[in-house]
């Protein structure tokens, strides 16, 4: 229970009305056993909380949405690694990229970082070493958390540009692909604005795909998405 409210504080991520006494009925009713159960949470299963009605619920699942977009030092402290506070977390944040770097970082890495050191080191290192944890972030972004880096890459191939994406890629998750967007600069949109730059189209594309014909916005298949990729 502690885990969690620490995960939903403000300085996390942030999730408006997942208050103390909500997240004991979850926890005692078995709707949530980590944290990362919050993002499969639906309001049919809300409702049957009290004082949980309709629009409560509903706003509930809005707020959870909306938390998914989350910078890379906010998501490192909402782990809730022990001796890990938000200064370390921006210090992680800054050397590593991704997550997925971050968790296979050696514990002699780790200990020769400036503001880390041996100790925090072995926090950290013990924190990935445990699948529990792993399962638990797998879970967290193939049920759409994003991670966004806390300083956008200048020289990404899609720095300050708008991607939409649309159909299944072959090679990635959607999730994925959302995360290899970020890392290059760029931003995701949910839908064709005049203001896309770029749509990124999969195997059996949507009504995307003739909207951005028609506004004139560059469209990349999944094999020229790759390739300005591994441009990098």
Do not use: W
């Not at 980590?34 to 949980?52: G, I, K």
């Not at 890379?72 to 977390?89: D, Q």
């Not at 890459?153 to 998750?173: D, I, N, P, Q």
């Amino acid at each position: 229970k502690a885990a969690i409210r620490h995960f939903a504080c403000k300085d996390a991520f942030d999730i408006e009305g997942l208050g103390e006494k909500l997240i004991e009925q979850l926890v005692d009713k078995g709707y949530v056993r980590s944290y990362a159960d919050l993002f499969v949470l639906t309001p049919d299963r809300l409702r049957l909380l009290d004082r949980m009605g309709d629009k409560s619920s509903e706003n509930l699942i809005a707020a959870i949405e909306k938390s998914k977009t989350i910078k890379m030092s906010r998501f490192i402290y909402a782990l809730g690694i022990r001796h890990v506070g938000e200064n370390v977390a921006a210090i992680l944040s800054r050397r590593f990229n991704t997550i997925d770097r971050l968790s296979r970082t050696s514990l002699e890495m780790l200990s020769s970082i400036e503001g880390v050191g041996p100790v925090i080191a072995r926090s950290i290192r013990a924190f990935f070493d445990n699948p529990k944890n792993l399962d638990a972030i797998a879970s967290m972004t193939a049920n759409g958390v994003l991670i966004h880096p806390d300083h956008q890459e200048m020289e990404g191939v899609f720095f300050g540009k708008v991607l939409v994406l649309t159909g299944t890629l072959r090679s990635m998750s959607r999730s994925e692909a959302k995360q290899a967007i970020l890392r290059e600069g760029g931003k995701v949109g949910s839908s064709i604005t005049r203001r896309t730059d770029y749509l990124i189209t999969g195997e059996s594309p949507g009504s995307k795909l003739g909207q951005a014909r028609e506004f004139g916005i560059a469209v990349l298949d999944e094999t020229e998405f790759l390739k300005r990729l591994r441009r990098r």
